[in-house]
C-alpha cells in the first residue's frame, strides 16, 4: 500500500473535475446570489457555512456507505430532494410577494438573521441533486480502494469545500453589491421579483435534476 493518503493524479483529475463543477451555476450557486440580493454580505456568509456543511454531512454519509443506500432506498432519497425544491420554491415565491406589498408596509425586505441564512443554505445544499450526484457517480472513481478511505475523503473533502467557499462566496458578494441601491422603490419591486426569479430557477434546477 502507498505511503500518500491519495493517488496523486487521481487528485489532480479530481481538482479539476471540481474546480469545473464548483463555478458551474446550480442550486447553490444560484441560491447564494439571491441571499445576497436579499440579505447582504454577512447572509452570504452564513448561507455558505450552511450549504458547506450539508457537503460535510453528505462526505460522512460517503464515508458510511452512501452509494449502497442510494441503491437501496432511491425513493427516499427522491423524496428529500423534491421537498428541498418546494422549500426553495416557498422562499422564491416569499420574495415575490415582498415585492408587490403595499405603500403601507415597510419598505425594507425583512432581513432574517444568521441563524435563518445558515439554515437555508444547509437546506438548499443537503437537498440538491448535484449533491447526490457527485457523491454517488463523481466521487467513487477517484477513490483508490488500495488506500484507506477515511484519508483520501479527508482530502476530497477539503478540495470540494474550499472551492465551494470560494465559488458559492463570490456569487453571493455579486448579488450582494446590488443591495446598495435598495433604497429605490422602484429597484426594490424589480429586486424583489428578481431574487424570487432566481430562487424559483434553483427550485427548477433541482427537480429537472432528479
Known sequence: MSALPVDPHLYLTFLAVMAVMAMTPGPANIFAVATGMQK?????????????????????AAALGLGALVKAFPEAFRVLAVGGALYVAWLGAQAIRGAFRTAAEPSEIPVRKGRSAFVDGFTVQIANPKAILFFTAVLPPFLDVNRSAAPQLALFACATI?????????YGMGGAA?????TDPRFQRKFGIAVGGLLLLASVLILVRL
Request: net charge positive; proline share 0%.
Open 162 to 170: 474550499g472551492m465551494d467557499v470560494i465559488t458559492m462566496t463570490a
Open 40 to 60: 447582504g454580505r454577512a447572509a452570504v456568509l452564513m448561507a455558505v457555512a450552511g450549504m458547506n456543511a450539508a457537503t460535510l454531512v453528505w462526505f460522512s
Open 178 to 182: 446590488l443591495k446598495a441601491r435598495m
